[in-house]
Structure formats: structure tokens, C-alpha cells
């Protein structure tokens, strides 16, 4: 049986008129009728309503370079800012066991960097990573947002200090804009590994794109799951509550 979502006034019928739930409805009706035709103010960073969907084809191609992260290092900084790293981190930590750190066993961690400037936590952050092998995902549409740029060019001196440069090129991720920006560059000059932040989605729904997903594969989790999950809210929420609230005209209207 398929799951709806389903509305319930009779506890509110003392509080709020049929005349105010009827206007409620309409606008209701008119927003999401404006959503999916693309119409209205922001229509051009829409990408998310089908999101779920568009993103299958680049699913197989994030777990493998998870996996080849998984395979050269033990931990992998995940430098960004803002949607950049927080829906990641999100969903990152509500799938985690909460005492996670000291669980034995974790056989890839990730951790953030480039949300800030301050010199203790990235002087902290090199203190740990002198010992560890590890990996750089770096996120950022233009390459030059402060806060990661900063963090990415003290992460990478560190890495090929450490490691080969032929080596820190297989070690680092780059997840930017398709054509431009100063990270795409930089990314085609040493050859590392890239993913699209796709233009018509901006970063606060950037967790089901590469942003959000490679993140999420790497600490270990089904990124399939997650998708399907999204999917299935995707069929509930946008398409299932528009069907409802036709429903309720309809209902209401005795037809």
C-alpha cells in the first residue's frame, strides 16, 4: 500500500475558519502547481525537486571513489563551508552511533575542515593528520570562498609534504563547478579527480548531489538507501500532497 500524508483538522475547527483552511489550500495549490511547472521567483534553482531521480546515474561513479579513498588512507578531510559540508555532517551524525569516535573497528573517518579560520582548530586538525594517511574531498563552487581556500592550500602543502605529489593527486577529490572557478582549474592542472555541483541546485539541498553523498559513502553508509529513501518522500510530499489537496476541493465541493 502506498504511504500518504493525510490532514486532520477536527482539533482545529475552534481556532481557524473553512473560509481561512479553503485560502490556505488555494495557495497551497498555487505554489506547488508554480514548483512543478518552473514557474516564479528562484525557478532557476529548481534542480532539487528531481533530484532523487537525476542523480541515479552518478551513484556507481561516487562509490567507487569512495572506495579508492577508502583504499589509500584511513581518513579523509572534507573541506567546504555552509551547504558545503553541513547537510554531510547532518546526515553523517544522525546515522552514527553517538559515542561513534570511540567505537574500535571504524575503518574510515571523516572529518571538516575550512568552515572557519581559526588557527587552533587547524593547527589541532595538523596535529592529528602528521600521523594518519590521509585524504582531501575539497568543496567549492568557485574555488576562492575564503574560509576553505585557506584550508585546502595548508591541507595540500601538508599532503605532498607527506606523500608523493603523483601520489596527493590520487588522495584528493575535487567536487566544484563543471566548466570555471579557480578549484576547476586547479583541479585540471594536477589532475585530480572531479564531481559537478550542478548549477540549478543551491547548497542547502546539495546532500543528494556528490557534495552531500560522497561524504555519507565514505563514513560507510548506503548512499542507495538514502536515495531511495529521498525518492520515496519525493512521491509523498510533491506529487502525493498535491493529489490530496485536489482531493480535499473535491471532497468539499461534493464531486
Known amino acids: 500500500m502506498k504511504e500518504t500524508i493525510s490532514l486532520n483538522l477536527k482539533n482545529a475547527i475552534k481556532f481557524i475558519s473553512y473560509e481561512e483552511v479553503v ?9 506547488l502547481d508554480n514548483l512543478n511547472n518552473g514557474a516564479g521567483a528562484g525557478s532557476d534553482f529548481l534542480g532539487w525537486l528531481s533530484l532523487p531521480d537525476d542523480i541515479l546515474s552518478q551513484i556507481k561513479s ?3 571513489a569512495a572506495k579508492r579513498l577508502q583504499s589509500v588512507s584511513d581518513l579523509t578531510v572534507v573541506i567546504g563551508i555552509g551547504g558545503s559540508y553541513l547537510g554531510a555532517r547532518a546526515v553523517i551524525e544522525a546515522l552514527s552511533h553517538s ?7 571504524k575503518s574510515h573517518e571523516v572529518i571538516f575542515a575550512g568552515q572557519n579560520i ?11 593528520l602528521d600521523g594518519r594517511h590521509y585524504s582531501i574531498v575539497v568543496i567549492s563552487k568557485s574555488g576562492t570562498t575564503t574560509e576553505p ?20 593527486a590520487e588522495r584528493i577529490i575535487a567536487i ?33 548531489t556528490p557534495v552531500g553523498l560522497l561524504p555519507v559513502a565514505l563514513s560507510g553508509f548506503d548512499i542507495r538507501m538514502l536515495i531511495k529513501g529521498a525518492g520515496s518522500m519525493k512521491d509523498i510530499t510533491i506529487t502525493g500532497m498535491h493529489l490530496q489537496i485536489h482531493r480535499f476541493f473535491m471532497h468539499q465541493h461534493g464531486t
Open 176 to 208: 566544484t563547478d563543471s566548466k570555471k572557478g579557480a578549484l576547476k582549474r586547479m583541479a585540471d592542472i594536477n589532475g585530480y579527480e572531479t564531481f559537478v555541483i550542478p548549477d540549478n541546485i543551491g547548497g542547502r539541498y546539495s546532500v543528494l
Open 99 to 105: 559515542f561513534s569516535p570511540m567505537l574500535k573497528g
Open 62 to 64: 561516487i562509490e567507487k
Open 23 to 31: 485560502a490556505l489550500a488555494q495557495q497551497s495549490v498555487r505554489h
Open 118 to 128: 581559526c588557527e587552533d582548530y587547524m593547527s589541532d586538525l595538523l596535529d592529528i
Open 149 to 168: 581556500a585557506i584550508a585546502f592550500r595548508i591541507l595540500k602543502d601538508h599532503l605532498e609534504k607527506k606523500e608523493e605529489k603523483v601520489q596527493c
